[in-house]
């Protein structure tokens, strides 16, 4: 079989309030950590480090809607770094497996020291494993409940700030002590709570058009958010009398019991604790998507891609649940995961804004490309810092790097590729394709198919005889995780050629013409959807499931989400 790559199409249907509440779910929970981070280093005077960090924040905010504009197509850091450097690209995704290695270990043990339990670092690795257990099944359907608890947290810390009001004329608040060197690591310390930001620009493939309008709306909203009230209530926190360093892990609770009742207390560690383990999954599937894209661009060995049946890379998945586990088992200090998490956090945004100021190949105004310069020489600054004061941050980022390398190496040169046997020849069509040639088939069917179904053919063919049409539409959908980096170009697996041969031959045995449509994706029901409205299919045939009851629950059932998706003028057949 001749190697056969096709354009990976997504429909773009993010809207700005979506990518806002994905964003939130990450950026937004900087504030579970970051107000006790910032009391423990400078006490009393950590007012000033948040503020400064507030400004950062606003600067990097607008540096991300600079990279949104122009990287259309995915602003991540792998993919835009690819267009200067392939392996300029590997060391980013690799600074990303960092970061989100660290982003689980941190969030879960955060988490349960919301929850308020004895020895929060077992039940965070318990967590870990039990989140990549039901990730087995493929990407958990949690989007709806995600953002819910983020709509949730932001109006707990919105309320929690009009509580601290009448207590402001009891702030104590100090300047801080000692040189410009000190105070430069004081400040360096709290640079985790830039962290989330990355992901507003892994989402430009699928937002909606203009994609710099979209993703510009989402920022601004979570910018907002989060730097004025992480300010806000760190001036809030110094009210409280005595709060000394114990509140390291828990402070929005601490400030919570204070300055409104444990009542209020209890309901932000409840849902900013269901935020942070949002937060772990988020980072599980992040990892799993970077090893996937690595492995189909043979950065990383092949085998790092392969799928379970539920369209899950399973040896990636082992891989994301096991080392934030074994990380925990290692290290269960907030402040010190906190310096393993802001070496690979800062170092990709580093890395990402600075080729994109250093790319003359793109349109950017000399104000922007200043931006964007400037701040990546101060978030370079950052890294180099914690490099040289944080050894264990430096050994872990080391780690990562030379393991991700030698599979690279490995990769390349020592395994070789599978050959593929020889298949039926399928000439299948992306969406794209078989619209440009839709007027040379006439038909109106689209057969939504899985596994083989004789039935559910003739059932189509049938059809297109009755209604004196020339053709058959057959769908494929290729499930994979949901890909923080997406490769431009995918190779159809040898599954999906295989069962669309097979039932293109048994349609054209009864004179009509198949076109073959192979997609990919993480939501069949919603990918089959998308085909019928490009193709102006009018009935959409499609075989009952055999997932059990509890892969539709984790994963969300095809038919329901096909049905949600259609236009109003299609109808679905359900062959039994």
């Known amino acids: 079989m001749a190697l056969m790559l096709k354009k990976v199409e997504r429909p773009r249907e993010l809207k700005w309030y979506q990518a806002g509440a994905m964003l939130y779910g990450d950026w937004g929970t900087s504030k579970a950590y970051t107000l006790g981070i910032a009391f423990a280093l400078a006490g009393h005077a950590s007012w000033l480090f948040l503020g400064l960090m507030s400004v950062l924040m606003f600067f990097v905010g607008l540096a991300y809607m600079i990279i949104c504009k122009v990287y259309p197509d995915g602003g991540g850091v792998y993919s835009s770094v690819k267009q200067r450097s392939q392996t300029l690209a590997v060391f980013g995704a690799l600074l990303l497996v960092a970061d989100y290695v660290v982003t689980a270990s941190l969030s879960a043990l955060d988490a349960f020291h919301y929850f308020n339990v004895p020895n929060p670092e077992i039940w965070a690795v318990v967590a870990i494993l039990v989140i990549g257990a039901i990730n087995w099944f493929g990407p958990a359907k949690g989007g709806n409940l995600a953002t819910l608890i983020g709509i949730c947290a932001s109006l707990a810390v919105v309320s929690l700030f009009l509580f601290t009001t009448p207590h402001l004329a009891q702030v104590h608040l100090e300047w801080p002590q000692g040189g410009v060197g000190p105070n430069w690591s004081k400040f360096v310390g709290i640079i985790l709570a830039l962290s989330g930001v990355e992901a507003i620009a892994n989402m430009t493939g699928i937002m909606v058009e203009p994609v710099g309008k979209t993703a510009r709306k989402a920022i601004w909203v979570v910018l907002i958010e989060v730097s004025v009230l992480t300010f806000l209530l760190g001036i809030a926190m110094n009210a409280v009398p005595n709060l ?87 290290e269960h200090d907030i402040v010190r995961l906190a310096a393993l998490y802001a070496i690979g956090v800062a170092g990709a945004i580093t890395l990402n804004v600075g080729t994109c100021a250093t790319n003359f190949k793109i349109r950017l105004s000399r104000r922007e490309r200043l931006l964007l310069a400037s701040v990546s020489l101060i978030m370079l600054f950052i890294e180099l810092t914690i490099c040289v004061q944080k050894q264990n941050a430096l050994f872990f980022v080391l780690s990562v790097l030379t393991i991700g390398f030698i599979l690279r190496y490995v990769a390349k040169t020592l395994i070789p590729l599978p050959m593929p046997g020889i298949v039926p020849s399928a000439s299948v069509l992306t969406v794209s394709e078989a619209r440009e040639i839709a007027a040379l088939y006439h038909g109106t069917s689209l057969v939504a198919l899985k596994g083989f179904n004789q039935s559910i053919l003739d059932d189509a063919a049938l059809r297109a005889k009755a209604l004196g049409e020339n053709a058959v539409y057959l769908s494929y959908v290729e499930e994979v995780p949901p890909l923080v980096e997406l490769p431009d170009e995918l190779e159809p697996s040898r599954e999906s050629l295989e069962l669309l041969a097979k039932a293109e031959q048994e349609i054209e045995k009864q004179g009509l013409t198949v076109v073959p449509v192979w997609q990919v994706g993480t939501n069949p029901g919603k990918m089959i959807a998308h085909a019928a409205r490009e193709l102006g299919i009018t009935t959409v045939m499609i075989g009952t499931t055999k997932r059990s009851a509890l892969v539709s629950l984790l994963r969300g059932d095809v038919l329901r989400s096909l049905a949600a998706h259609l236009p109003k003028n299609c109808r679905i057949l359900i062959n039994g």
């Open 244 to 330: 000394g360093g114990r509140h390291t892990e828990d402070m929005l609770r601490a400030l919570g019991n204070y300055f409104v009742a444990p009542w209020f207390g209890h309901a932000i560690s409840l849902i900013f604790g269901m935020l942070l383990l949002s937060a772990v999954n988020t980072a599980i599937t992040g990892l799993v998507s970077i090893q996937f894209a690595l492995a189909k661009d043979r950065e990383l060995p092949h085998r790092l891609a392969s799928l379970n049946r539920y369209g899950m890379p399973w040896l990636a998945l082992i891989v994301a649940t096991a080392v934030p586990a074994l990380v925990l088992v290692v």
